[in-house]
């Protein structure tokens, strides 16, 4: 049973969306999940991720510490990306040179370098590179 009442004005024009607010992610263990987009967090910024480390945090040396670490390390370092896909993956800029990336529980440091657009990775960095 249809209870939607009836309505005889025409439908009024929807008013430009101001920007984006948030998005869908569509990939990864988060899927389908909304995250929010801040307006300062601009496809046209780019960043280096330079170093990941654990900043001045006392690291437990296990199994689970050491997978966690190596992957932010040969997923990030070296590599530019746009700060909106550095935000959508959770990382917190906090200034043009450091960011903060939560994984495994733990609060890892990025050293970051503005950069001019997306570039190749930096040489000696990646999962090539720690073997």
Known sequence: MNTKPITTTPNEPEAEPEGQESYI??????????RD????????????????????????????????????????EGVTFA?????AWGAMIEND?????????RIWMMDLEPSEGKKKRLPGTGPASKK
């Open 25 to 34: 992610v569509t990939e990864g263990k988060k899927r389908g999940a909304t």
């Open 37 to 76: 987009v801040r307006t300062e967090a601009a496809y046209d910024r780019y960043y280096t991720v330079l170093r990941v480390h654990p900043g001045d945090a006392i690291l437990t040396d296990n199994w689970h510490t050491n997978q966690v670490f190596d992957h932010a390390r040969n997923n990030f």
């Open 83 to 87: 700060m909106r896909t550095l935000e």
């Open 97 to 105: 040179h450091r960011a903060y990336y939560t994984a495994g529980g």
